[in-house]
């Protein structure tokens, strides 16, 4: 079965106090396996509350979205979490490793929910994702050792790790000088074209969305 994203009018609404926000209007796009799309837009325009949607965080508030024809909002907690490890990676636009963990604990993480898992041979595994985005001499660190740019590194090795059909990533370079960014991005490109993944990827640089095989630009949550 081709992987496929589907996004049938999608929307999210926050409420404070009496005011709404509708930070995701009527989205519906569909992404094919292999492909990269890029999502645009300014700060506000309701970008990461559409990945988190997608990545099942976030519950719309209406629409479906269906991730290899799975309707990922009609299926309970344990079935999403599960689903969520199992086939899709994502890369948060802030830090979010385990700071009680090292570089290779923080990788093989996704690991652990599986069924049957094999520590030595997760940890070989998260290694070899380590050496492949440049950290093969940090390996034992902790995040409060490594740099922002080096944190940002784990944190793709571990979106890695389980050879994810879809790949999210927000903003995942923002923080990074332009020639990290150029080798990470080159990582995350590689990495998909090599497992036939989707990969969507909210980004601010009109270059790497110029590279894209779809561009979709929010506008006050709407696609433009
Ligand atoms: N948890 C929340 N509660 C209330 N409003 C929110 C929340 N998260 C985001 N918003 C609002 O939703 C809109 C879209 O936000 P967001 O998806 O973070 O945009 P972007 O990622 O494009 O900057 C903004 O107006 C933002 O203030
Ligand atoms: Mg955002």
Redesign the pocket.
């Known amino acids: 079965m081709a992987m496929k994203v589907e996004l049938r009018e999608l929307n ?1 609404a ?3 106090g009496d005011q709404v ?1 509708e ?2 209007r009527d989205v519906s796009l569909s992404i094919d396996a292999g492909e990269f799309a890029a999502i645009i ?12 949607m997608i990545g099942g965080l976030a519950r719309p508030t209406s629409g479906t979205v269906l991730i290899e024809d799975v309707d990922i909002w009609a299926r309970d907690d344990a079935f999403r979490s599960d689903f969520r490890n199992a086939r899709i990676g994502f890369v948060f ?1 802030f830090a979010s490793l385990i700071p009680t963990l090292n570089a290779v604990e923080n990788v093989a993480l996704p690991r652990n929910f599986g069924k049957g898992g094999n520590r030595a041979q997760d940890e070989e595994e998260a290694i070899m994702l380590l050496e492949r985005v440049g950290l093969g001499e940090r390996l034992f660190s902790y995040p409060s050792e490594l740099s922002g740019g080096q944190q940002r590194r784990v944190a793709i090795a571990r979106a890695l790790i389980n050879s994810p059909a879809l790949l999210l990533a ?1 903003e995942p370079t923002g923080d990074l000088d332009e020639e990290t960014e150029a080798e990470v991005m080159e990582l995350l490109l590689s990495s998909c074209r090599k497992t036939h993944a989707a990969f969507l990827m ?1 980004t601010h640089n009109r270059a790497i969305a110029e590279g894209a095989d779809h561009v979709f630009r ?1 506008k006050g ?1 709407a696609l433009q």
């Open positions: 999210r926050y409420r404070i926000i930070a995701v837009g300014h700060s506000g325009s309701g970008k990461s509350t559409l990945l988190s636009q927000d909210v929010l949550g």
